[in-house]
């Protein structure tokens, strides 16, 4: 077989796929398209109106990677994006790559604690950022000891990627790699509010794009990909990136944050016969069609994933919009979704079917498998998992099972072999698709001169959806509830990630604890 090639045998299911022993997966999601005929066909278009076609894509990501090499970064270096959903980051993942940097997309809602931890914890060389998330990179920059090469904001400033690019050949010949070869991370915050670097290889991105994008939704070179979820998200990654660069198709770009007043409005204008969403979005979505409308038409598919889909969202979507719902589950650590529902085939409260290629299984406390139909941890097999979280073998270990990734997820299967979703098997909740430390905002919390204690649990709001709830003692009895409440809720909203404030109060005047004085959490939920 010859180098940077991939053979797909699609006898059966297509899910058996061999690499050349030489592969930089770069050649096959970007270079393919120019040698296949695609060099004027619109790749990215955005919703402040700028398109790029493939060639121009091609032409920015040799460019991008010629930059980074000249701005001093060798084969193996980390490079962090804290980058918006622009053509931008396109060019920097891809360049990276091409150029054998490891480029690593950043959760843009986090605050410069996080981002200084994540800084020194990878030992990245350079940092860019979109200058909307300046202040809170610049901080974390000051904080670290870490020496970077540079850091560049990608529009605007004193040093513009955009002008920087310009400058530099639009020819560059790709870094040899292996299918194996570390390729890019993602940070996941995982069992621990601690954000974990879980290292991808160059041929997971293959995997996901051909295995679900492919083969579960169909995606084709006519589709239109329009991505609530962002790139920085291993499920928007896939969505809004891999799953239409693979095939062709178009994507849609949108840099602000989705609600539904901004998401209809990007199906009515942009017309995408695949939208992806989160529950919550959907929920609101749902709430928001009571009094308004949207025309739906260009829709072929929706496709929800990064918490369960209630079964009444799910229900009240088809009959609003005619269109499904396709609900499924996926990790950071497997890069996307590896069990799913399909187009023919939609159990509404069960995340579905094992994609092709992954193996699942559902084991007790000791590791052992249950029986059908009794609940246990789910552990995935699959060619897109994760080698390791970088610089952390504890957790690496305690993760990566033998070759079985533990999800951290409670599942059980019926009669006919449909997965359904039991919960968390650790204190960890995902709210808004995105996990969330309950530690995180106890910390907060206790921050405030009125607060003694705090225990921030999972609770479901009416529509099914996980949202936290905080239990706080205060120091001594304040009347006024509601005031507090408020207060309470601002100082959250000040120093966490929007999502991350919680939803409900309660004032209990103790939390129940176990005999050496660790919360118990469960005892509140059941309350």
Known sequence: MQKNTIKINSSVIPSQIEFSSVFNVSEIFIDRHIKEGRKDKVAIITTDGIEVTYGELFENVNKSGNLLKRLGLKKGDRILMMVKDSPEFFYLFWGAIKAGIVPVPINTLLRSKDYAFIIQDSACSGVVYSPEFSKEVERAISKVSHKLVFSLVTIGGLKCFMEEILLESSELVANSATPTDDCFWLYS??????????????KSMVITSQ?????????????????????????GLGNGMTFPLWSGAKCILFSGRPNPESTFDVIESFKPSLFFGVPTLFASQLHSLETNSCDFSSLRMSISAGEALPANILNRWKEKTGTEILDGIGSTEALHIFISNRLNDIRPGSSGLLVPGYNAKIVDENGKEVSQGEEGRLLIQGESTCKYYWNNTEKTNETIIEGWLNTGDTYWQDAEGYFIYGGRSDDMMKVGGIWCSPFEIESKLVEHPDVLEAAVVARKDDTGLVKPEAHVVLKEKINDLEKISEVLLQHCKTGLAPYKYPRWFQYPTELPKTATGKIQRFRLMLN
């Open 211 to 235: 295995l679900y994008g492919k083969y579960i939704l169909g995606v084709c070179e006519d589709d239109v990909c329009f991505s609530a979820a962002k790139l920085f998200f291993a499920y």
């Open 189 to 202: 915050s995982g069992t621990t509010g601690k954000p974990k670097g879980a290292v991808h290889s160059h």
